[in-house]
């Protein structure tokens, strides 16, 4: 069975740091693209960023320069490191995994980010 296991979710104060972590489990994790999501209360999922299985990484902008997406395949986990976190990046970050040959996503159980004073 496929897994997405996230961590590192928690409360920080605006301008300060966290790493989100997702360990997957079940598939052959060199093969797929991984991708953070986020979604507020009330607002649209909204993609954060990517990372090929060639290394290549995509943002969206308000969080470029920021957030920095990475992956280690020997460890089949996947990272987010965010800095200089904002209220507005408040929401709960979902773990993403895509390969063009399966026909669906996987996703993690999500893990919750506040950033407030």
């Known amino acids: 069975q496929v897994q997405l296991v996230e961590s590192g979710g928690g409360l920080v104060q605006p301008g300060g740091s966290l790493r989100l972590s997702c360990a997957a489990s079940g598939i052959v994790f060199s093969f797929y693209t991984m991708g953070w999501y986020r979604q507020a209360p009330g607002k649209q999922r909204e993609l954060v960023a990517t990372i090929t299985t060639g290394g290549s990484a995509n943002y969206v902008d308000s969080v470029k320069g920021r957030f920095i997406i990475s992956r280690d395949n020997a460890e089949n986990t996947a990272y987010l490191q965010m800095n200089r976190l904002k209220p507005e990046d408040t929401a709960v970050y979902y773990c993403?995994?895509?390969?063009?040959?399966?026909?669906?996503?996987?996703w993690g159980q999500g893990t919750q980010v506040t950033v407030s004073s």
């Open positions: 993403n995994a895509k390969w063009t040959k399966v026909p669906h996503d996987y």
